[in-house]
């Protein structure tokens, strides 16, 4: 039987996996890929949550979002390049699909510390 740590890295990689394929499909409408890949994250989160036997509503998975991907992609300039360039066929798009699995890889596994020492209070 898998481990919580194994099922949460399959939690995690299928989302990751789900995102980049939005992503690099829907790089040429800027934040587009947004309507898409917030519900995949969310349902990660929540997954993620039920593993560690914490329930957690939609509305606290979307807040745990938003606080895990506000400082991660503070910075970047990404959404300047993606306004500038984003609309062009085939510039950039894989390197958009690369950052949202990155992002969504770096967001499932925070989550997953969160829940960690929520689980050991």
């Known amino acids: 039987m898998a481990s919580t740590?194994?099922?949460v890295q399959e939690i995690i990689?299928?989302?990751?996996?789900?995102c980049a394929g939005i992503d690099g499909s829907l790089a040429?409408?800027?934040?587009?890929?947004?309507?898409a890949i917030v519900p995949i994250q969310t349902t990660m989160i929540i997954a993620i949550a039920s593993e560690h036997g914490i329930k957690i509503t939609n509305a606290a998975a979307a807040d745990l979002l938003l606080?895990?991907?506000?400082?991660?992609r503070s910075g970047q300039g990404f959404f300047g390049r993606q306004a500038l360039v984003g609309w062009l066929p085939g510039i950039d798009n894989d390197n958009n699909d690369s950052k949202a699995?990155?992002?969504?890889?770096?967001?499932?596994?925070t989550a997953n510390s969160y829940f960690d020492q929520i689980e050991a209070k």
């Open 101 to 109: 699995a990155a992002l969504t890889e770096a967001i499932g596994w």
């Open 5 to 7: 740590k194994q099922k």
């Open 28 to 35: 040429q409408v800027p934040e587009s890929d947004s309507l």
């Open 67 to 72: 606080m895990f991907s506000a400082t991660m």
């Open 13 to 18: 990689h299928a989302a990751s996996i789900a």
